[in-house]
């Protein structure tokens, strides 16, 4: 999917919805947690009840790959599903960062066996690590560049001799590594200001912005400050709307959450003349 296609999407759904696939086995409705396929079977659950509501869908990687074989074979199988279920965007959310042949693997793992169309990477060890992933067609590299975690302050505000902040000297050296169609950065809700400083360096890439909801970002002011002329955001949310509800009536209330972003979402895109 390129970035005209996704604009197209967004605009098809009237939502900028990423919905995080962070799925805790800890966190199941009680009668999934004894269900030897209860992951599977709760993420095809909530799968059914956001689709029409969604623009995106990001598995983290991590709550799959705690669980050895079975948990990497769910994620491949809810993939798969997703996928059967029409046009969609898919994000393996891995934060990968190396070099070489490792990073070849990685994008082989990535794109050719879970077939997702992007994946999460970390800037750290520089353009080494981002290289073999651009080298496949309608593939998108997500490039971490403003987190919502507290932490974020150990590093990505440290400051040049220019006063060039860490995650802005991200933002300006990797914009050009790609296209539109393959460049795509982490900036978190929380920080939801600093998307000024954000838009002023890439302007037109897509960004992924977690934090909304049970972080505490607002949606309104991301919107705000990062809405560009396609749009321009993924807004994800992984608990506000996974764990809706702990009862047997959870796929409900999760479409319910997602039903209610997805208009909020619709409105702000009629305000900016966006669909």
Known sequence: MNYEQLFGLIKKKRSFLCVGLDSDLD?????LKS???????????IVDATFDYAVSYKPNLAFYEALGTSGWESLERIITYIRSKGEIFIIADAKRGDIGNTSARYAEAFFNRLDVDAVTLSPYMGYDTVSPFLEFKDKWTVLLALTSNKSANDFQYFQNVEGTRLFE?????SK???SLSQMMYVVGATRAEELQAVRQIIPDH???VPGVGAQGGSLEEVARYGMNSHCGLLVNSSRGILYASSADDFAEKTGEKAKEMQQEMERLLIENNLV
């Open 35 to 45: 269900d030897p396929d209860g992951l599977f079977t709760f993420n095809k659950a």
């Open 176 to 178: 050009n590594w790609g």
């Open 169 to 173: 000297k991200v933002l300006s050296e």
């Open 27 to 31: 966190k199941l409705p009680l009668h």
């Open 206 to 208: 897509f960004l992924l």
